[in-house]
């Protein structure tokens, strides 16, 4: 496999500009000739597809909801960084290039954090320019909020709501493009495999998801912008149909997959409630600006939160992280809980949870100000736990959020496979370990408005066009493979549904390639992973037929592939012999808990390229090099 | 908590559909309205019957896929709320419960309780947005505006495109839903330019799309989930007259 990151040469801040000067252009009379695949119509894949039809190319797009306007990235609440330095408080590129590569602990690309610093000023502009309704100040200029692993104030938002109007904003684009019949939107439809030909990417094999019918679609390029595979662990923030199965599709037509082990455990998000639990559901990080984190000095401790004394609290952020309080990142914060959680002093019935109090903040600021701030997430906490926030304090604990690893890319956002091209939180590039709060905003619109229509380019004018359409032996052959696997799933009357499946996965996934890991763990769900797989086979009940709306269908085909996703997860945990960033291995830390990396041995992306089925992928190296900033120990004491 | 369910069921849009009736015992109060059917469903597959079909995706009250009128009311009782974030907490053991779909001549039933609500994507196709494309934007910061009038914008652009609002509708408009796009938009200088032509295409392409006239009966603002304001009507209105009186 060829991992070539195809980084420019030349000062860290000249890449970009020398760059796009270099990169050759498609005339503007032939872009239409050209048709672009984009699967994905959430900030990246929507901002991308509606940015090449404004260019004239000739775009299909492609989700799984009844509207491009539902994908997951609608529900981000907190907001959306930008290098803008509004706030005169001493923000600049630099700093937030800085900020994004300590924070995903040394193991992205510095070429493309600094490219994603660079436009993020582009973003906020081009989002405004839209009618983005973002918080103001009384004067009419834009407000902006601290948020975690950051010493300024550098994050637009509307209120709790900031993905939603973002993705709204993607949307409209979108819909104009529509319109104007540049982009043609294919929804309730699931790609479900990738046609390669030749060595390029070509096109790739849908299902619809009303009718049942299996089509094949023939493009220049494919963009795939389908999200993360957080939803592997079953209880997670995403939304429930946010899947692998693109991606995964990909990875075994020969697309590399990065640095898989490499997840976020949110710090705040509510507690699981019992075990009919679906989802999870995240409180935004921007409540940890104005609340406390604590749990009580002593384990077993019974009283009501209200009822026990400010000297039988720690507010164990605080006191561990000074300099950074409420505010470290979200991977420190949340084995912190985790820690104070194993430690016995969790809250909460199940003892698995952790109390975030604005008592303080209500002193200090009045709750007609905290309901301004936080309104929608108060309303949202009470609706599900039937608790008043104002009242008494919540509840918190971890949850799966986002996955920083992905389909590996190039500088230029393309896989190892010609044409296919990955974007948003798909890929693997921009976050490295850790992501911070704030950044998967501008990372999807990054890609989609202002990288991928560049670098896109650039391969369709030396690539040229696709000689092969649909009638091709590859997209028979491949629509046929995808037929043959949607018949080996419809109509097996096990005994268990294909969320028995997900539930038994996620929990093996939690418990040993959650917040903590370790060796012997990871070695047990290797065994228990492709036994649970083969029991899927053997038992699982997928009544009524593939020619029809099929909900268990749909959610058996996802299963299947997160059963074998899964493993290659904790493969590549299990060979990352190091704790950074979200990767915590219990055999490498200090004696104060604190994550040990690995320079020496592990300053790599590790790349897994898929052998065949029933045979070990290969791990493959992209070494990351650091050129502009030393790699040192992250501290946020 | 022990209930027993009415539920819609139909296997497509040709064929007709019926309420069926089915027992759902032992619900935990603090279940989600969507987990209690989730569990009903895992209980149908293990007596080999077919699971009943309905949209959701996000689980938080924001995506806007999910729907469902429950006992006769969009999103069902709770007032600004979504069917994800209803719990069970807010029925009693014994009640029977009615779900139907979301019911339009402009929705048409696609499974039991999902619905096709693609004819307000196309709405927003028809004018919904601010023309510009990417790139060659003016700074952010040179365009103030008033905190109060962004506070506005917000408040109409935090529609979520459920279609609550025509399914509580007896005409079953989408006044609300077209009036809360163009709000959001006419509220802040960068949708000034095309506000009338907005107005005027928008609605036009509800009437299209076989959306009834406004009732004036504000059943749409009583059920939106992010109880969003029947005033945007009213403003809507006097910009499609404005726009007809201008030849827009």
Sequence with gaps: MRLESGVPSGPLADKWDKHRAEMKLVNPANKRRFRIIVVGSGLAGGSAAASLAELGYDVDCFCFQDSPRRAHSIAAQGGINAAKNYQNDGDSIWRLFYDTIKGGDYRSREANVYRLAQVSVNIIDQCVAQGVPFAREYGGLLDNRSFGGAQVSRTFYARGQTGQQLLLGAYQALSRQIHAKKVTMHTRTEMLDLVVSGGRAVGIITRNLVTGEILSWAGDAVVLATGGYGNAFYLSTNAKGCNVTASFRAYKRGAGFANPCFTQIHPTCIPVSGEYQSKLTLMSESLRNDGRVWVPTEGGDQRAPTAIPEAERDYYLERRYPSFGNLVPRDVASRAAKRVCDEGRGVGKSGLGVYLDFNDAIKRMGKDVVEQKYGNLFHMYQKITDENPYATPMRIFPAVHYTMGGLWVDYNLMSNVPGLHVIGEANFSDHGANRLGASALMQGLADGYFVLPYTIGNYLATAGPSPVKTDHDDFSRTAAEVSDRTRRLVGRKGHRTPDHFHRALGQILWDHCGMGRNSAGLEKALKEIPALRQEFWEDVCVLGGDREYNVALEHAGRVADFLEFGEIMVRDALERRESCGGHFREEYRTSEGEAVRDDEGHAHAAVWEFQGADKAPVRHREEMSFEFVTPSTRSYK | ?248
């Design chain 2, 1 to 248: 908590m022990n209930l027993v369910l009415k539920v819609w069921r139909q296997r497509n849009a040709e064929e007709p559909g019926q309420l069926e009736t089915i027992e759902a015992p032992s619900i935990n109060p603090d279940m989600s309205f969507l987990e209690m059917l989730d569990v009903v469903n895992e209980r149908l597959v293990a007596e080999n019957k077919e699971p009943i079909a309905y949209d959701h995706d996000c689980r938080e009250g924001i995506c806007g896929a999910c729907s469902l009128v429950i006992n006769g009311v969009a999103h069902g009782p709770d007032r600004g709320t979504t069917t994800c974030q209803l719990h069970m907490r807010r029925f009693h053991s014994g009640d029977e419960i009615v779900i139907e779909p979301f019911r339009a001549r402009a929705f048409p039933v696609i499974r039991d309780l999902v619905v096709d609500r693609s004819s307000l994507d196309r709405i927003i196709q028809s004018g919904g947005y601010v023309s510009v494309s990417t790139g060659g934007t003016p700074d952010a910061n040179e365009i103030p505006i008033p905190k109060r009038a962004a506070d506005v914008a917000m408040d109409a652009a935090a529609c979520i495109g459920c279609g609550a609002c025509v399914a509580a509708c007896k005409n079953a408009s989408a006044m609300l839903f077209v009036s809360a796009k163009a709000a959001h938009l006419a509220h802040i200088p960068q949708g000034a330019p095309e506000r009338l032509e907005r107005a005027r295409s928008m609605v036009a392409r509800m009437d299209e799309e076989t959306f009834g006239a406004c009732t004036n009966t504000s059943d749409c603002e009583a059920v939106c989930p992010k109880e969003i304001s029947i005033e945007f009507i009213g403003e809507l209105n006097r910009d499609f007259r404005q726009a007809l009186l201008a030849g827009r």
